[in-house]
C-alpha cells in the first residue's frame, strides 16, 4: 500500500502569514506524529495522536501551533503569524505499534 | 533531562566496516531506533532494540546495552549508497511512544 504522505511538498510564505500542512497516514495506523527538523538540529517530536485518545501536544513550541486529526485519520498542523524561526521541514509519521513510518516532509520557508 | 550523543561526522572507505555510537540519558526507555536518512528523504527504519544485546539484519546490525545507555549501529561491506545520516532515537516510557532523536551522524562512504 502507500505510505505515509504529504502535502505541500515545499511551503514558502512571508513572516505573519498562517500556514496549513497536511499529512496522510498509512490506512489503519492508529497513531499519527508530527515533528520538525532544523537545519543542523536533531528532528524535534511536536505532537502525538492516538486514535480518539487526546493528543499529546507537549512538544509544541508555543500556542502559534496547533493541530487536529479528523476521523482517526488525515492530520492538519497549522501554523498561525508564521516566524522566521519556524523555517523548518515538518515531517508526519504514523504507526501501528512501536516503527514508525516518516513521510518526506514540508519544507517551510518563512521569508 | 533527555540527551542523546552520536558523532556528528563520520568517514570511512567502500567495502569496509564502519561502527556509529549513540549514548543516551533519557527520563525512561521504551526502546531504541536507528533509522537512516538521505539528504532531502524521510527517514527510514532501520532497527529496533529493546532488550540489551546485538540484533543482526543483512549488512546491518544494532547493539543495545541499557545499563550504560549504549548503543551502536555497526555497517558492513560498506556501499556508496550508504552514504547518509544515521539517527538515534530513544522510545520514552509513557503512552505516548513518541522518539526522542539525536542530532544524527552524517556518514560518508569514500571509494
Known amino acids: 500500500g502507500a505510505g505515509v504522505s504529504q502535502s505541500p511538498s515545499n511551503k514558502v510564505t512571508e513572516k505573519g502569514k498562517d500556514v496549513e500542512l497536511r499529512c496522510d497516514p498509512i490506512?489503519?495506523?492508529?497513531?499519527l506524529y508530527w515533528y520538525r527538523q532544523s537545519l543542523g538540529q536533531g528532528l524535534e517530536f511536536l505532537i502525538y495522536?492516538?486514535?480518539?485518545?487526546?493528543?499529546?501536544k507537549s512538544g509544541l513550541p508555543s500556542d502559534r501551533f496547533s493541530a487536529e486529526r479528523t476521523g482517526g485519520s488525515v492530520s492538519t498542523l497549522t501554523i498561525q503569524r508564521t516566524q522566521q524561526e519556524d523555517s523548518a521541514v515538518y515531517l508526519c509519521?504514523?504507526?501501528?505499534?512501536?516503527?514508525?513510518?516518516f513521510g518526506p516532509g514540508t519544507r517551510l520557508t518563512v521569508t | 533531562g533527555q540527551n542523546i550523543d552520536q558523532p556528528t561526522e563520520m568517514t570511512a572507505t567502500e567495502g569496509a566496516i564502519v561502527q556509529i555510537n549513540c549514548t543516551y540519558q533519557?527520563?525512561?526507555?521504551?526502546?531504541l531506533f536507528w533509522y537512516q536518512q538521505h539528504a532531502g528523504e524521510a527517514p527510514t527504519f532501520l532497527s529496533y532494540?529493546?532488550?540489551?544485546g546485538l540484533e543482526e539484519k543483512g549488512r546491518f546490525s544494532s547493539f543495545l546495552s541499557r545499563s550504560k545507555g549504549y548503543s551502536y549501529l555497526l555497517l558492513k561491506e560498506l556501499q556508496m549508497k550508504d552514504s547518509a545520516s544515521y539517527l538515534c532515537?530513544?522510545?520514552?516510557?509513557?503512552?505516548?511512544?513518541?522518539?526522542?532523536f539525536g542530532t544524527g551522524t552524517l556518514l560518508a562512504v569514500q571509494p
Open positions: 509519521a504514523s504507526s501501528l505499534r512501536d516503527e514508525q513510518y
Open positions: 490506512s489503519g495506523h492508529t497513531a
Open positions: 495522536f492516538q486514535g480518539n485518545s487526546a493528543p499529546d
Open positions: 533519557t527520563s525512561g526507555f521504551n526502546g
Open positions: 532494540n529493546v532488550l540489551d
Open positions: 532515537a530513544v522510545s520514552e516510557r509513557g503512552a505516548t511512544n513518541k522518539l526522542i
